[in-house]
């Protein structure tokens, strides 16, 4: 798994979880979303890549 990978995935478990809390963070899940979309579409760089 590469880091843009690792990255996306850290973001999905990220938007499960507030998917999954009992206030149901709706808004910072759909940040999460845009967030993972932007690394996708390589206009930003995710969380690990930028680690050696």
Known sequence: MDKKELSIWAYLN???YCLRDET????QALV???DAREI???KSKGIFEGCE
């Open 14 to 16: 990220e938007i499960e």
């Open 24 to 27: 149901f963070n709706r808004k």
């Open 32 to 34: 999460l979303i845009q």
């Open 40 to 42: 996708l579409e390589g």
